[in-house]
């Protein structure tokens, strides 16, 4: 089976810049995309591809990719950005899809 | 826009089999380089995908659940299905249906339905 590693939780203060990377193997074939997730609500998607955000999702929110790794980036983290965040891929050599474990982003 | 919605039962008894249906609307489960996905989430636990299946009926299952999963898609009906089998406690969970699209090297999941609980109990 494949995995993707993400940390467990990060803080960012109001305002400022956070960085949340994923990394594995699958992601050096396939591109990686990112969900946020809010308790008790369905993961909604806000980075797919090199660095693509659906229309809903603030311009805030943005993506990159290097080797085996996967970055998502909130840049001005707002309070409403609180919230964990799940990142995919797609193995390199099967259609199998695997989550990371999720980041837990706290606003401060 | 493309709404999608979970439906079955809620409450399971241990090793008797999930059944659950994730109806489509708003679009066709027919259009072409989609899967059609269930994700489950144990309660404060992540997402683990459990398996999809294309619209020719091709279906793919997580290796860990590949002996219990069936998933099977009904095109006339706009609607696919799970089938989990010999549940236990450790298949407790939110289930959720989700559509990825598929565009190598491009894989997401755009859209998602609102996710349905499942309790294992006797």
């Known amino acids: 089976s494949f995995e993707l590693t993400q940390d467990p939780a990060v803080s960012v203060a109001l305002g400022q810049t956070v960085k949340i990377t994923c990394q594995g193997d699958s992601l050096r074939s396939n591109y990686g995309s990112w969900y946020q997730q809010k308790p008790g609500q369905a993961p909604v998607l806000v980075i797919y591809?090199?660095?693509n955000r659906p229309s809903r999702i603030p311009d805030r929110f943005s993506g990159s990719s290097s080797g085996n790794t996967a970055s998502l980036t909130i840049t001005g983290a707002r309070a409403e950005d609180e919230a964990r965040y799940y990142c995919t891929s797609r193995d390199s050599n099967s259609p199998h899809l695997v989550f990371g474990g999720g980041t837990k982003v706290t606003v401060l | 826009q493309l709404q999608l919605q979970e439906s079955g039962s809620g409450l399971v008894r241990p090793s008797q089999t999930l059944s659950l249906t994730c109806a489509v609307s708003?679009?066709?489960?027919?259009?072409?380089?989609?899967?059609w996905n269930w994700i489950r989430q144990p309660p404060g636990k992540g997402l683990e995908w459990i398996g999809c299946i294309y619209q020719t009926g091709s279906a793919y299952y997580n290796p860990s659940l590949k002996s219990r999963v069936t998933i099977s898609i009904d095109r006339s009906k706009n609607h696919f299905s799970l089938g989990l089998s010999s549940m236990t406690a450790a298949d407790t969970a939110v289930y959720y249906c989700a559509r990825a699209g598929d565009f190598p090297p491009e894989h997401y999941f755009d859209y998602w339905g609102q996710g349905t609980p499942v309790i294992v109990s006797s």
């Open positions: 591809g090199k660095n």
């Open positions: 708003g679009g066709s489960i027919d259009s072409g380089a989609y899967s």
